[in-house]
């Protein structure tokens, strides 16, 4: 006989939490507490076994699973999923086959990904609870569920996918530089389902409007499910926009920030977040060439579509020491509230506080030892309150001392870096970085993408056909008795 360990009362679970209920599973007896349960199994009022005609073996592997996580599995892990969900225990399952929490300092290659086909990556979009949507090839979007198993390929309208988002629940928005249009796929059915097209009867220069950036915020809850979408428009004439799309209309609400894309300073943004908690719409564009990198950031009110706070480099607002070092790359925490961007000659992070932008909201931090290489090609991604930062010689990873937990920092620099950010809000001594990877790794080649999803990093590097899942180790914070 088997007795179930895993959390009772599970969400779904129809009896009272600590009551036990036996399953009689193809002839072998389970105990299993029925809060854990399905409705269908738990509210049986039979005092004998409730008789279930499936194969006891897999059941036996799933409570070994959510006993013993870090065990590796008797089955192939869909199997276990799709077993599990007619016990109603696909959560707890999935909860245990989940990595660890995401800690940058101790985070390491765990595995990689590749499609069958045409494996070369060209856009990611990870999932909060760890599944991954990945673009390749010429227009083909393979999906992997959060256990990392391959559940579909199918080939895209677009020849070449170049910005992707998930969207609740199984809606992918797919956009690419060379063909007009923001699509929406159903990659588990492998079809689409709708497009968005930027039109204005007025100008007809909009027609055929490539999109640049995606942003799109999966709900979590239901709280969530209103969150617009919001994506970069350019047309063929560099004309552009920031359309603000209906998530369950899928119908453009709002134009946001038109410009005439005619100069540097009004190119189309290839980057852009929602920042819900303030109303705004975070922004940047940058490009690089022969004279090395400028481009803007900008910050627009949702309500008004006005500019409510820029800066463009080289030659914008900031320090004078910093003229001539213009950012690579740029970020937003939308969890923090902070501004990120690399320079491309010093390599050096700059940080800044949303809440309380000027003329000069920099405060700069330099790498460690192997931040020697400057910054030149550096790609910036703000998740899980940590900053990822790629370089030449490798991944760096930088955290402010008060998000750090479990040995990443003792409680005396935790103290000194809230006393510090009491007195004085961002300062450079509240922030630490590290090098996640070994020399091995950097030397795969520069990191071509980056993109969070759950406990996981997913990593894509230049001329590599593979997707590299970085995750931290369960012993990560563990304290040694020796």
């Known amino acids: 006989m088997e007795t179930n360990a895993a959390g009772a009362g599970r969400r779904g679970g129809g009896g009272r939490s600590g ?21 269908s199994l738990s509210l049986d009022p039979s005092p004998t076994p409730t008789f279930v005609d499936r194969d006891p073996a897999l059941l036996s592997a799933i409570l070994s699973a959510i006993r013993a996580p870090s065990s590796p599995p008797a089955f192939p892990v869909r199997i276990l999923l799709d077993e599990a969900l007619f016990y109603g225990l696909h959560a707890q399952l999935l909860a245990a086959l989940s990595p660890p929490p995401l800690l940058g300092f101790s985070a390491s ?11 070369f990556p060209t ?23 959060p256990a990392l198993d391959h559940l ?52 007809l220069r909009t027609l055929k409007a490539n999109v640049i950036a995606i942003a799109a915020r999966p709900p979590a809850d239901a709280t969530d499910r209103n969150s617009p979408i919001f994506a970069t428009f350019e047309c063929p004439h560099r004309e552009n926009c920031i359309l603000a799309i209906d998530p369950v209309t899928l119908k453009p609400i709002q134009e946001i920030g038109r410009q005439s894309g005619t100069a540097a300073k009004s190119s189309s943004p290839g980057r852009v977040a929602h920042l819900q908690e303030l109303g705004l719409v975070f922004v940047s564009s940058v490009s690089s060439g022969a004279f090395g990198y ?40 939308v969890k923090q509230l902070m501004l990120y961007k690399v320079c491309s000659k010093s390599g050096d992070i700059g940080v800044a506080d ?71 809000g961002i ?56």
């Open 152 to 203: 579909t390929t199918f080939r895209t309208h677009l020849h070449h996918t170049t910005s992707l988002r998930q969207l609740h629940p199984n809606l992918a928005l797919v956009g690419s530089v060379s063909s007009p249009g923001l699509h929406v796929y159903d990659f588990l059915e492998g079809r689409r389902v709708a497009s968005v097209e930027w039109s204005d009867p007025t100008d």
């Open 294 to 333: 400028s481009g803007y950031m900008r910050l627009w009110d949702i309500r008004s579509g006005n500019v409510v706070w820029e800066t463009s480099e080289p030659g914008g607002s900031g320090r004078s020491n910093r003229f001539g070092d213009p950012f690579a790359d740029a970020d937003v925490n």
């Open 109 to 119: 290659l765990s595995s990689t990904l590749s499609p069958a086909s045409e494996p």
């Open 123 to 145: 856009a990611l979009a990870a999932h909060h609870d760890g599944s991954l949507c990945l673009a390749h090839g010429a227009g083909q979007l393979t999906y992997y569920s």
């Open 19 to 39: 009551t036990v209920k036996q399953l009689n599973v193809g002839g072998k007896l389970f105990s299993m507490e029925a809060s854990s349960l399905s409705l």
């Open 354 to 424: 949303l809440r309380c932008l000027g003329n000069d909201p920099w405060v700069y931090m330099s790498s460690g030892p192997r931040g020697s290489g400057g910054g030149h090609g550096s790609i910036l991604h703000c998740y899980k309150s940590q900053v990822f930062v790629s370089r030449n010689d490798g991944l760096e990873v930088w955290c402010r001392l008060k998000e750090q937990r479990n040995g990443t920092c003792n409680l005396a620099d935790q103290q000194r870096a809230k006393e510090i950010l009491d007195r004085e």
């Open 427 to 482: 300062n450079e001594n509240s922030f630490r970085s590290c090098y996640v990877d070994t020399e091995e790794d950097s030397k795969r080649g520069m990191i071509a993408m980056m993109e969070g999803g759950g406990d996981r990093l997913f990593v894509t590097r230049e001329e590599m056909s593979v997707v590299e899942v970085w995750e931290s180790s369960r012993l990560a914070g563990a304290i040694t008795l020796s």
